[in-house]
């Protein structure tokens, strides 16, 4: 069985003993959210970004796993969402459908990395953002963290900010990259000037 799936009771538990949500809340920070965007989230797990969004943002939320959606549904509850179960490589999405197109902590995650962010970017409308949240892979913890995804099934493909910035640079859009701690970066993609 897939390993989301298998986790899936545990993982906003296990999430809170290692503090993600401030990091969710740091990559928020960094983001500019218009009132109007829509706003992706890819691999988007039990949805725990949603309790730093905006309340009125159209959101869409896109995972691979049925029982992490499933865990997302509370959080949807009274906002514009929808939840699709789908593959990040072949989304059942329209081009350019979304202003912000967030995916955070889950590339490392994706087979495939080329296609996954060439989907990100078709979604993402020309003059919206894609924004990633990754782990520096020369950092001590990505490699312990690499090793144990790896044991897990995992694919545990995890690129630096420049690899990622290159593929962006091919779609036409310039990076920033903020550091989040010197472990974690945040990418923002954006069409260039
Ligand atoms: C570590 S969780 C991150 C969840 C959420 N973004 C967060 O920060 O809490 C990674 C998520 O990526 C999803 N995922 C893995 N491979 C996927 C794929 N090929 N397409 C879509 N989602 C995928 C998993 O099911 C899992 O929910």
């Not at 899936?8 to 290692?18: G, S």
Request: charged share 30%.
């Amino acid at each position: 069985m897939n390993f989301f799936q298998l986790v899936a009771p545990f993982y906003d538990a296990f999430m809170k003993l290692v503090g993600h949500s401030k990091t969710l809340k740091k990559a928020v920070r960094e983001t500019e959210i218009k009132e109007d965007d829509v706003i992706c989230d890819i691999g988007a797990g039990t949805g725990q970004l949603l309790d730093f969004l905006p309340e009125d943002n159209e959101l869409i939320l896109v995972d691979a796993s049925e029982k992490m959606l499933k865990k997302a549904e509370k959080r949807v509850r009274g906002r514009k969402a929808r939840l699709v179960q789908a593959q990040v490589q072949k989304l059942p999405l329209d081009d350019d459908c979304c202003d912000i197109v967030f995916c955070l902590d889950a590339l490392h995650h994706f087979t495939r990395t080329g296609a996954a962010l060439a989907e990100m970017n078709r979604i993402a409308k020309e003059s919206g953002q894609v924004i990633i949240l990754e782990f520096y892979p020369s950092n001590i913890k990505t490699k312990v963290m690499k090793r144990l995804e790896e044991l897990a099934g995992e694919p545990g493909c995890f690129y630096s900010p420049d690899k990622l910035a290159d593929f962006f640079y091919k779609y036409g859009r310039n990076t920033k990259i903020v550091d989040l701690s010197s472990w974690q970066y945040l990418l923002i993609a954006s069409h260039k000037e």
